[in-house]
């Protein structure tokens, strides 16, 4: 049985680079000719049976994100949707896409596959765009029509802009509700936090209003309705191994020679040498590490402290050996204002996910 339950697949094709993103993409000089028939789809396929031996029967959550996957054009995701299909059993699987919202991306996705869709709107403000650097302007038909083809959609929205204040924010969001929309994330504009006086005002705003509607914070910069929750984003953050497919992609999946060791990878970002390597039965790895305990727990940390559920001390005991409670004491009583400690659960309290970075980096091994 595979300890893998999550498959990331990575399409980094993009026409406009906007300065706030720090993913990885390629710019169309580079992936235009990989859209012709269906040549994307042929490596990613060969790249994942190369993982033939891991790969898991019934996944949990199956995410092809980018860049704007679309871009790859309909003969390459109908080519790979249905790979996918033959491949894993996928009764109650997760399916999502990532899409801006142009419509003539939704043209290209088929529908059939995916049971989700994450749209890339930033913000509905053109003043808030503009500040952004963000060229693409959300269609208005394009959330109506995500609306027809879709009952699971999530909408990334940026807040904290310079120049902006807390009613872009409150009006990006009653749009996104008008449309039904079960899941937003919310991220602040990096940079700006201690800058912008307004962040902690847009930061309640967006948790007065999403609560009125039924829609609760389960992560720093997640929202969802009751059993809309990401459940690929989930298994990042409770620590799941994962796989991960396609130029620039990073997996963590388990190391054979130890029955707790996570072995973390990153594929070629240069879609030639991730090509080459593909078509000669290789694994595209650029990078790869086999964590230490220190560094596993470190990222347990991290990783659960950005949700509502927040970290075991007992698991952290059980797994990494390692006395939570008499370690960290200090910084425990340092930081008491912002922690719910309860049993052997610790987790951050509202006014603590704000100062999320300065209070997790005290409790890490080095």
């Not at 710019?27 to 790249?47: C, D, M, N, V, Y």
């Not at 899941?183 to 800058?195: M, P, R, V, W």
């Not at 990494?320 to 409670?325: A, E, G, P």
């Amino acid at each position: 049985m595979s300890l893998i339950k999550h498959i990331y697949i990575s399409i980094p094709f993009c026409n406009n680079f906007c300065r706030f993103c720090n993913f990885f993409k390629l710019p169309p000089a580079q992936w235009l000719p990989f859209t012709r028939s269906s040549k994307l789809a042929g490596l990613l396929q060969k790249e994942m049976l190369l993982y033939k031996k891991i790969l898991p029967q019934n996944p949990v959550s199956i995410y092809t994100g980018g860049g704007t996957p679309a871009l790859s054009g309909k003969n390459n995701l109908k080519t790979l949707t249905a790979f996918l299909k033959e491949q894993f059993c996928l009764t109650n699987t997760e399916t999502t896409i990532e899409a801006n919202p142009v419509c003539k991306n939704l043209e290209n996705i088929p529908d059939s596959f995916f049971n989700r869709i994450s749209i890339g709107i930033q913000s509905f403000s053109p003043q808030a765009l503009h500040k952004l650097g963000r060229k693409i302007r959300p269609e208005r038909a394009f959330l109506k029509n995500a609306a027809a083809s879709y009952k699971n959609i999530s909408v990334d929205l940026i807040y904290n802009i310079p120049g902006t204040g807390p009613e872009v924010i409150k009006n990006d969001l009653l749009k996104c509700l008008h449309y039904n929309v079960k899941h937003l994330s919310c991220y602040t504009l990096e940079g700006f936090k201690n800058d912008n006086k307004y962040f902690k005002t847009e930061y309640n705003t967006i948790l007065t209003i999403l609560k009125k509607n039924n829609i609760k914070q389960y992560e720093i910069s997640n929202y969802a309705a009751p059993g809309f929750e990401c459940r690929h984003n989930l298994g990042y953050w409770q620590y799941n191994y994962f796989l991960g497919i396609g130029p620039g992609a990073c997996g963590s999946i388990p190391y054979p020679r130890s029955s707790d060791g996570v072995i973390r990878y990153r594929n070629y970002r240069d879609i030639n040498k991730y090509q080459n390597a593909v078509n000669n039965g290789r694994v595209p790895c650029a990078k790869c590490k086999v964590l230490t305990r220190s560094e596993q727990f470190n990222e347990y940390v991290l990783t659960g402290l950005r949700t509502v559920n927040g970290i075991s001390t007992a698991y952290i005991k059980q797994k990494y050996s390692i006395d939570f409670m008499k370690e960290f004491k200090n910084h425990l009583d340092k930081f008491r204002d912002s922690l719910c400690i309860k049993g052997d659960k610790i987790k951050l309290l509202k006014n603590g996910f704000l100062y999320y970075n300065s209070i997790v980096s005290n409790f890490m091994k080095i």
